[in-house]
């Protein structure tokens, strides 16, 4: 049985821990001193009776000696290794590194993990405190009730004669607005504290929406027929909704999501799908349905029917990003605006014209997705009023990639990409870039 060229490395560290000169070892195994000098520096080959001796007089598994470091340790360390910019570190001696200080090596990994975690709850607190609307909001509450304040008690303290009446009108404004900014300061501090974990609980109505979205895996066939009043109060039993906003969000979601089941369904889209290749153009075509209907409904039957799931974003006409069906690798923000090198925006200068665009996701782990687009007017048209337009984008991850991409961020603060024309603000990783 073959076994790794590097457990002469692992013999000789066993060795070493167990202060156990060459030389004894050597006779108690019953080979020469300088043929296990050989082995221990990778130059014979070793299994068998031997292997099984020399595993016993070290008092260890012979699998410790003759089976390489565990894989996804290997594959930490290579990573760790494609991640250092300041040093050049031996990547093709990682196993023979493992195999003598696993330790050591297992620390590396480790720390490693936890500074790409730091990184990721950086880039989230920043994203949140920068763009996070309810953060303002609060901020901007709380100053103006300290600036009430400040101003109440500077007339206290200045104007030395006021009647009674003015004076308790005074002191219970003073009153009211301290009690507001203890209760704000309280609220904003429980709600920082969520921030603090980028796993933290849903905060926004939109997120809200969107977990209750996951937990139905964006299908909603089985309400068929339901009547509104129906619908209202299956969006209403719905634990992850805590909100009126919430619920008044997942109510127009839910509506649209069936009337896409309804133009679409799951037997017709299964047979659809057989034909070859994802073509929503195709497939527009073939049922007669808009092609919007089309890249939303693929982004909802894709966990069930293909063998990977596609991701989906919408925007409105002003480009805030109005729900997102996440997709492995293909970061969106949650707080700040996307991208704008995203054809979900581009879409939005070109009404009703369908867009497909490879792109690169940039980043560590940098894939290739294919993302088609469409904008469409939505509500009534109406004499004299422009049409108001929804964009969306379906995204379809990419196993093999061709270098065909054009490379785009998730947000201008945690895009790595130098030379950007479309960039608004510094990037946190410019540094790393």
């Known amino acids: 049985m073959p076994q790794s060229g590097l457990a002469g490395s692992r013999i000789r560290e066993r060795r070493l821990v167990a202060k156990v000169r060459q030389a004894d070892l050597a006779e108690r195994v019953g080979i020469s001193a300088s043929y296990l000098n050989l082995i221990e520096h990778n130059r014979r080959r070793i299994g068998g009776k031997l292997l099984n001796d020399i595993a016993k007089a070290l008092g260890v598994e012979a699998s410790l000696l003759s089976e390489g470091a565990e894989a996804t340790l290997l594959a930490n360390l290579r990573e760790a290794a494609a991640d250092a910019q300041a040093v050049a570190p031996e990547v093709a001696r990682s196993d023979e590194f493992a195999g003598r200080f696993p330790g050591f090596a297992a620390l590396i990994a480790e720390q490693h993990r936890r500074l790409r975690s730091l990184e990721h709850t950086a880039a989230t607190l920043t994203d949140r405190l920068t763009h996070d609307p309810h953060l303002a909001t609060s901020v901007h509450e709380m100053l ?125 889209m299964a047979r659809v799908l057989q034909d070859g290749p994802v073509a929503p153009e195709r497939i527009a075509g073939d049922t007669g349905a808009p092609l919007s209907a089309v890249l939303r409904r693929l982004a909802a039957v894709s966990d069930s029917l293909l063998a990977q799931p596609f991701g989906l974003v919408m925007c409105d006409a002003a480009g805030t990003l109005m729900l997102r069906k996440p997709v492995e690798g293909f970061a969106v923000p949650r707080f700040s605006g996307a991208c704008p090198k995203w054809p979900l925006f581009q879409a939005l200068s070109r009404p009703m014209q369908p867009l497909r665009q490879r792109l690169t996701m940039t980043g560590r782990e940098a894939r290739d997705y294919d993302c088609y687009a469409v904008s469409e007017p939505i509500g009534q048209m109406q004499v004299n009023l422009a049409p108001l337009y929804h964009s969306y984008m379906l995204i379809i991850p990419i196993d093999v990639a061709d270098d065909s991409g054009a490379p785009v961020g998730s947000s201008c603060r945690v895009c790595p990409l130098d030379q950007c024309d479309g960039r608004r603000e510094p990037s946190l990783l410019a540094a790393r870039a």
């Open 144 to 268: 103006s009730m300290v600036t009430a304040i400040r101003s109440t008690a500077g007339i206290l303290a200045d104007t030395k004669e006021l009647e009674p009446e003015w004076r308790n009108r005074f002191h219970r404004n003073l009153n009211e607005d301290s009690q507001r900014l203890a209760e704000g300061a309280e609220q904003l501090v429980a709600y920082l504290d969520d921030a603090g974990d980028a796993r933290a609980g849903m905060t926004l109505p939109l997120e809200e929406v969107e977990a209750m979205l996951q937990a139905h895996a964006f299908q909603f066939d089985a309400l068929g027929e339901a009547s509104l009043e129906a619908l209202q109060t299956f969006v209403a039993n719905q634990p992850h909704l805590t909100t009126e906003a919430a619920r008044d969000m997942a109510l127009t979601v839910v509506r649209q999501l069936r009337a896409d089941a309804r133009a679409l369904p799951i037997e017709m």
